[in-house]
């Protein structure tokens, strides 16, 4: 069936360091693919999305691009800041309309 | 932008009692979802609904039910609750399209005590 994995955490970075956070997928057909970030206490907000092949997401600085051929969409930023630090998810929607989600990174930033 | 509103942040309640929770969206998603998430296990979907009255049951449905009777809320019902269903719960909903993501809640914390 389909599936998200992502990098295990927890990833601690200095502010300023760049950001990698791995994802890769398995899925049937041509999915959708999201990240999501989560702040202590709260849901899971959009962060960005691709839709179809090498198709970049972007938003506050993060960017994702969607990797038919190594069926990857890892998440990147250039200078993380202390305000980054919380919980990212990797997502996929199928065509069969089912939502999978990764495990989730937690970053932590330190000044 | 999208609203997810769930209706309580935290909650407390004591075994056996019947507990209702609640979610409405306000831009006439047809798909609802609910998950629960605990340390270490990530989301996991509990229930989902396509269109009003209808209803699926996701990877862990044992000990709750849904309720859909309008397009713009969702709600879960813990039957009889128990401790183990102390977690945080997530509302979410989507447009049918495949290219469109979820929004979700800002979750409720249930304590069962």
């Known amino acids: 069936g389909d599936s998200v994995t992502q990098m295990e955490g927890p990833v601690t970075l200095s502010e300023e360091a760049f950001l990698t956070i791995n994802c890769t997928y398995t899925?049937?057909?041509?999915?959708?693919l999201f990240w999501y970030v989560q702040y202590p206490g709260e849901g899971l907000q959009l962060l960005l999305k691709?839709?179809?092949?090498?198709d970049k997401g972007s938003n506050k600085g993060f960017e994702a691009t969607y990797r038919k051929e190594t069926t990857s969409f890892h998440l990147e930023k250039g200078s993380v800041q202390v305000s980054d630090s919380a919980v990212y998810f990797c997502?996929?929607?199928?065509?069969?309309?089912?939502?999978?989600f990764g495990t989730g990174t937690s970053l932590t930033v330190i000044p | 932008d999208v609203k997810v509103t769930q209706s309580s942040r935290y909650l407390v309640k004591r075994t056996g009692e019947k507990v209702f929770l609640e979610c409405v969206q306000d831009?006439?998603?047809?798909?609802m979802f609910w998950y629960r998430q605990d340390p270490g296990l990530g989301l996991r979907l509990i229930y989902f609904?396509?269109?009003?009255?209808?209803?699926e049951k996701g990877d862990i449905p044992e000990g709750y039910s849904v309720s859909r009777e309008k397009k713009e809320r969702f709600s879960l019902i813990l039957e009889s609750a128990s401790t183990n269903q102390t977690s945080m719960y997530l509302c979410?909903?989507?447009?049918?399209?495949?290219?469109?993501?979820?929004?979700f809640g800002d979750g409720t914390r249930l304590s069962i005590l």
């Open positions: 899925a049937t057909g041509y999915p959708s």
């Open positions: 997502a996929l929607r199928n065509t069969g309309n089912q939502f999978y």
């Open positions: 609904s396509y269109d009003v009255k209808m209803k």
């Open positions: 979410a909903s989507s447009l049918g399209p495949v290219n469109q993501p979820q929004h």
């Open positions: 691709a839709t179809k092949a090498d």
């Open positions: 831009m006439d998603h047809e798909n």
